[in-house]
């Protein structure tokens, strides 16, 4: 029988949803599940398994304990980020690492845009004003204009290309850096391919849709402020460490980056004395842009369908590591 081994998420006592055992159980998979702190325990629960699922941002599935899961043929990671899993190890492995960027495409992208928004339009420094007493906040520049400007997008999955869709009828223009995105996903969205220079020296507005990786980790840096507009502004709702925290800071400082909306930061939460929690031409959210009343349930419903595809001996939706695919022992679905 194909076995599950859920192993770790991020609540200690989760509320696992009735349908979730019996709509594994109804296609044939034994589902077991224990909150895995270390290694060991990782080991005892899914050294049998053919999935180990991790649902949240723990790093319970190591480099150390990936010899011993010596049936696993794939990880799966509810959610987008796969920072947490060892992929490396795992591709070397043949074992497929499996993610659900389906369930927070929509309040992500919806959270970028609003950040953006935000930004341009002060309204949370003329919100805090009016709280406090005064009618007009004073000291704003009113020179970011949101008509006509131009998008750059790092990174052009599924959330950016959301993004590019919801903002249609604002009379912008898009341009893209991924990769390993088809040009034509970015053609038929009327967005331009470009190399990441070029996003950053010509783009009145930068959001940030990479994934974290050895590739990606400060991927936006002094060098890549450097070549921003002065009047630019930097979105964040993909990792922290995507951007050098420190250059970050210098370059809104010292007026080479106009503001920024940042929802994720180097540390989280970020330290009490942390910059980012003081200059007023930040707005900042507390990691939770993918948050939304359906989210668990989408969370839960992507997870199941991957793992239900896998037990068919299909290719889940979404994978991180494509190279792997043909040695997963999966194929694609043919319909």
Same mark, same amino acid.
């Given at each position: 029988?194909?076995?599950?081994?859920?192993?770790?998420?991020?609540?200690?006592?989760?509320?696992?949803?009735?349908?979730?055992?019996?709509?594994?159980?109804?296609?044939?998979?034994?589902?077991?599940?224990?909150?895995?702190?270390?290694?060991?325990?990782?080991?005892?629960?899914?050294?049998?398994?053919?999935?180990?699922?991790?649902?949240?941002?723990?790093?319970?599935?190591?480099?150390?304990?990936?010899?011993?899961?010596?049936?696993?043929?794939?990880?799966?990671?509810?959610?987008?980020?796969?920072?947490?899993?060892?992929?490396?190890?795992?591709?070397?492995?043949?074992?497929?690492?499996?993610?659900?960027?389906?369930?927070?495409?929509?309040?992500?992208?919806?959270?970028?845009?609003?950040?953006?928004?935000?930004?341009?339009?002060?309204?949370?420094?003329?919100?805090?004003?009016?709280?406090?007493?005064?009618? +007009?906040?004073?000291?704003? $520049?009113? *020179?970011?204009? #949101? &008509?006509? /400007?131009? =998008?750059?997008?790092?990174?052009?999955?599924?959330?950016?290309?959301?993004?590019?869709?919801?903002?249609?009828?604002?009379?912008?223009?898009?341009?893209?850096?991924?990769?390993?995105?088809?040009?034509?996903?970015?053609?038929?969205? +009327?967005?331009?391919?470009? $190399?990441? *220079?070029?996003? #950053? &020296?010509? /783009?009145? =507005?930068?959001?940030?849709?990479?994934?974290?990786?050895?590739?990606?980790?400060?991927?936006?840096?002094?060098?890549?402020?450097?070549?921003?507009?002065?009047?630019?502004?930097?979105?964040?709702?993909?990792?922290?460490?995507?951007?050098?925290?420190?250059?970050?800071?210098?370059?809104?400082?010292?007026?080479?980056?106009?503001?920024?909306?940042?929802?994720?930061?180097?540390?989280?939460?970020?330290?009490?004395?942390?910059?980012?929690?003081?200059?007023?031409?930040?707005?900042?959210?507390?990691?939770?842009?993918?948050?939304?009343?359906?989210?668990?349930?989408?969370?839960?419903?992507?997870?199941?369908?991957?793992?239900?595809?896998?037990?068919?001996?299909?290719?889940?939706?979404?994978?991180?590591?494509?190279?792997?695919?043909?040695?997963?022992?999966?194929?694609?679905?043919?319909?």
């Amino acid at each position: 029988m194909f076995k599950v081994a859920l192993v770790h998420i991020d609540d200690p006592n989760p509320k696992l949803p009735d349908w979730v055992g019996k709509r594994l159980e109804a296609h044939g998979v034994s589902f077991v599940y224990r909150q895995c702190t270390c290694d060991t325990e990782v080991i005892e629960v899914a050294a049998d398994a053919d999935v180990v699922w991790v649902n949240g941002g723990g790093r319970v599935v190591t480099p150390t304990s990936l010899p011993d899961l010596k049936r696993c043929r794939a990880i799966i990671r509810t959610g987008s980020g796969t920072d947490n899993i060892p992929v490396e190890e795992a591709s070397a492995r043949g074992v497929l690492v499996v993610n659900t960027p389906q369930a927070t495409v929509d309040p992500v992208s919806d959270h970028a845009i609003a950040l953006m928004l935000s930004v341009f339009r002060w309204i949370p420094r003329q919100d805090r004003a009016m709280r406090e007493g005064q009618w +007009r906040c004073t000291g704003l $520049e009113w *020179n970011l204009h #949101l &008509s006509g /400007s131009v =998008i750059g997008l790092v990174g052009f999955g599924r959330i950016a290309q959301a993004m590019v869709r919801k903002l249609s009828g604002f009379d912008l223009h898009f341009m893209a850096f991924d990769p390993y995105v088809p040009r034509q996903a970015m053609a038929d969205l +009327r967005v331009l391919n470009s $190399e990441l *220079n070029d996003v #950053l &020296s010509q /783009s009145d =507005i930068i959001s940030l849709h990479t994934p974290l990786t050895k590739e990606t980790h400060q991927l936006i840096g002094e060098r890549e402020f450097r070549l921003m507009k002065p009047n630019a502004v930097l979105i964040n709702t993909s990792r922290g460490q995507v951007v050098d925290e420190q250059a970050l800071v210098s370059a809104l400082t010292e007026g080479r980056l106009a503001a920024a909306g940042i929802d994720v930061f180097e540390s989280s939460p970020p330290p009490t004395d942390s910059p980012l929690r003081k200059l007023e031409n930040v707005v900042i959210t507390p990691h939770i842009a993918s948050e939304c009343d359906q989210i668990d349930e989408d969370f839960w419903h992507y997870s199941v369908e991957a793992i239900c595809d896998m037990a068919q001996g299909h290719l889940p939706a979404s994978y991180v590591n494509p190279h792997v695919a043909d040695r997963s022992g999966f194929t694609i679905r043919e319909f």
